[in-house]
Every structure is written in structure tokens, then in C-alpha cells.
């Protein structure tokens, strides 16, 4: 009787741990399911890789049917030539984690679109997405740029890329050629990655920014290749905790931030660090641009480290007398605060005898700026560059070529 017992005891033991190990096995299975990418091609929806007919639509549905998928979707553009008119928005939200292939070369329509639209691609409010596989956005901004070399009254040209609302981002391995106007625009964004990326436009384009970003936190530009007729990165207003690493710059207008102070109520810029990177050739290096008169506003903690400059005019500057079309009609000192700034280890050759140029604002001196070993010397004849500070509150120590005006 006992050993009976015993036996119905190990029975149902043995019965439960059957139960248990098939739930985890199909909770494994599940998961498993979950975890697997659903692959949308566009060529199944259409797509022809023939550089003339125009695959917005093509594109767009397939976007939407990856969007749909409760779980990892990759929309996938192979080897090819695709004609994409435009402008084309990528929208979510989405059901599950989005990634987007392209191997091909998305071409842009020539001229001018009679709509006059700000943006060619569009990816906007999505949680979740990955960028990916060495192909080019070709802008052709050839055909239009006649139209940006005015003073006034001048036409407006799509932005290539832009980044609307998206978290989580991560955009690699991608080439974007000749935009009409800036390469990529981030706004309103958060935790977007660039890694891998080669931006190209001829130096005299027109406002063909590499990366421009306002309104967006932690941004971050890596191992990244840039080369335009404008800034290679510009930092604008509302921008919180922006990295850039290695990043090679040039030819071009460098890296900056701003302009800033141009309207009301702007939003500070707040924390920016740029390191072990390298310009080349380029009309600015590290530039901080204020309008004046402006409204008042911060930019503060930024650090700029590990800089190799070659032959770049106007290496460090800070402009809070910004006007460049000098029609700012009643002048007065900019209200851009510019605050906490560090520059070190700087070094290389400047194409102007003036390397360091530092002209704050008088209405709101710059504040606790920190020198430590800038080397840049003139490339000219003399070989010896120089100095200017106004406004300028700070220290400086360590190797200083030029030597430093902040006392």
C-alpha cells in the first residue's frame, strides 16, 4: 500500500514536470518565432531597378506592411538603381523593431519638384530603427544648387534625410551624395546613432550640411567621413548631450554650432563633446556662431579634445557678432551666454595667421573658458599665428601656440 503510494506520488511528479518542460518549450518556440526577422523586399512589391520609374509608392507599401509586423521587420533594397520622386515619408508608429536595408542607390529626381517640399525622404515617429547596408541616397543637387546662389528671396531645396521624432535610431554603413540641401536634418529625436556614414558634395555647394540637429538629445556621430560645401555637422538650438568621435571633416565649413539667437525663445544648447577627430582644408574649424542683437539663451559644457587641424582657416573662433547679410538692421551685443568651455589638445596648421579667435559678446562675456595645449601654427610664410580674445573670461596652461590672450 505504501509503495503504491510512492508510485502515484513519483507519477504525478513526473507528470507535472512533463507539463512544465512543454509550456517552456513552447514559451521558448514563441520567443523564437518573435525574435525572427520578417524580410519585406521591395522588388515584391514592385520595385524596378531601372534608374527611371519612380518607386515612392512601391516603397511606401512596403514600409507599411513592415510597420504592421509584430515583430523584427527588415525592409530590404537590393543592388540597383531606384528612382525615387518623392517625397517619400517612412511614419510610424510600428508594431515591432524596424530595419531598413539598402544596398541599392535611391536617386533623386533632377531639378526642382514643383511642390516645393522640405525633405525628399522622411522617417518620422518611430521607436525602434536601424538604418543599414553600404547603399547611397544620391540627391543630385547638381541640377538645383543654381538655385541657392542668390542673396535674397531664394528658393527653398529638399533636405535628403530627415530624422523626425525617432528614438532609439541607429543609422550605419550609408552613403548620401550631392543633396539639394542639407544631407540629413534630426529634429525632435532621441538616442539617434550615426556610425560608418560617407557625406560628400562638392566644396562649393550651397547649404549642403552633413548633419544638421536641433531639438534633439543624446546624438551621437562616429567614425563618420564628411565632406560639403557647408558645415560637415551643425549643432542648432534645443540640442542636449551630442557626441561626435572620429570624425573626418573637409572640405567644408568645420563643425559647428549654431547659428544661434536668430529667433525668439529658442531653446539652449546644453553639453556637447567633440574628440579624436580631424578637419582638413576647411573654412572654419570649431565654430560657435551667435546672431546680434539676439534673444537671450545658453550654450554651455562643451569640450573640445584630441583636434588634428590641416590647413584650416580660423581653427578655434567664437562669432557672437554674427550677421551674414548684413542686414541686421539696429546692432546690439548678442544675449547668447556662452559658458564652460574647455579646449584641449588641439593641434595641426590654421591657413589663417589668426588660429585662435575668441570674440564674445559684451553684453554677456563668455565664462569660464579653459585652454590647455593648443599648438596651431600658420601655415604661411611666418609660420607664427596669433591670438584674439574679447570678452573673454578663463584660463589657459599648458603648451600654447598661438600664445593665449586669455590672461
Known amino acids: 500500500m505504501h509503495s503504491q503510494m510512492i508510485s502515484k506520488s513519483l507519477l504525478g511528479l513526473l507528470l507535472r514536470t512533463c507539463c512544465l518542460f512543454l ?12 525574435s525572427k526577422v520578417r524580410v519585406f523586399d521591395v522588388r ?15 516603397f511606401q507599401q512596403a514600409w507599411k506592411e513592415a510597420c ?6 527588415r525592409m530590404y533594397v537590393p543592388k540597383g538603381r531606384y528612382m525615387v520622386v518623392g517625397p517619400m ?14 544596398q541599392g542607390s535611391l536617386i533623386a529626381p533632377y531639378g526642382l519638384s514643383k511642390n516645393n517640399e ?8 518611430i521607436n525602434g530603427l536601424r538604418i543599414f547596408g553600404g547603399g547611397t541616397f544620391d540627391g543630385q543637387g547638381a541640377s538645383a544648387w543654381k538655385y541657392r546662389k542668390c542673396t535674397h528671396n531664394c528658393r527653398n531645396l529638399p533636405v535628403s534625410i530627415r530624422f523626425d521624432f525617432v528614438t532609439n535610431g541607429l543609422v550605419q554603413r550609408i552613403r548620401s551624395i550631392n543633396s539639394k540641401a542639407f544631407h540629413i536634418n534630426v529634429f525632435g529625436c532621441k538616442k539617434l546613432k550615426f556610425k560608418f556614414l560617407e557625406i560628400t558634395a562638392p566644396d562649393d555647394s550651397p547649404n549642403t550640411d552633413g548633419i544638421h540637429m536641433g531639438h534633439s538629445n ?6 563618420s567621413h564628411i565632406s560639403t560645401g557647408d558645415d560637415c555637422i551643425s549643432i542648432g538650438p534645443g540640442s542636449f548631450d551630442t557626441y561626435i568621435s572620429k570624425v573626418v571633416c573637409g572640405p567644408g565649413h568645420g563643425i559647428s554650432v549654431g547659428s544661434l539667437g536668430k529667433y525668439p525663445n529658442e ?18 574649424g570649431l565654430r560657435i556662431k551667435t546672431w546680434a542683437p539676439s534673444p537671450p539663451s545658453i550654450a554651455r559644457n562643451f569640450t573640445f579634445e584630441h583636434i588634428f587641424m590641416d590647413n584650416v582657416h580660423n581653427p578655434i573662433i567664437i562669432d557672437q557678432d554674427y550677421c551674414p547679410s548684413g542686414s541686421c538692421g539696429i546692432r546690439s551685443p548678442s544675449q547668447v551666454h556662452i559658458r564652460d568651455l574647455t579646449f584641449k589638445d588641439i593641434w595641426g596648421t590654421s591657413g589663417t595667421k589668426l588660429a585662435v579667435d575668441l570674440s564674445c559678446s559684451s553684453r554677456v562675456p563668455c565664462r569660464n573658458f579653459k585652454l590647455h595645449n593648443i599648438h596651431l601654427s600658420y601655415k604661411g610664410n611666418s609660420r607664427v599665428s596669433t591670438s584674439s580674445c574679447s570678452n573673454v573670461e578663463g584660463t589657459s596652461y599648458g603648451h600654447q601656440i598661438p600664445p593665449s590672450c586669455i590672461a
Open 23 to 34: 509550456f517552456l518549450l513552447s514559451v521558448t518556440a514563441a520567443k523564437s518565432a518573435s
Open 44 to 58: 515584391k512589391y514592385g520595385a524596378v531597378a531601372d534608374g527611371k520609374s519612380d518607386n515612392t509608392k512601391v
Open 68 to 73: 504592421q509586423w509584430r515583430g523584427k521587420a
Open 89 to 102: 515619408a517612412f511614419v510610424g508608429p510600428c508594431k515591432g523593431y524596424m530595419m531598413v536595408q539598402v
Open 118 to 125: 522640405d525633405s525628399w525622404i522622411r522617417f518620422q515617429y
Open 218 to 223: 543624446e546624438v551621437t556621430v562616429y567614425d
Open 267 to 284: 531653446e539652449d544648447v546644453v553639453g556637447l563633446i567633440v574628440r579624436n577627430s580631424t578637419l582638413e582644408g576647411t573654412d572654419n
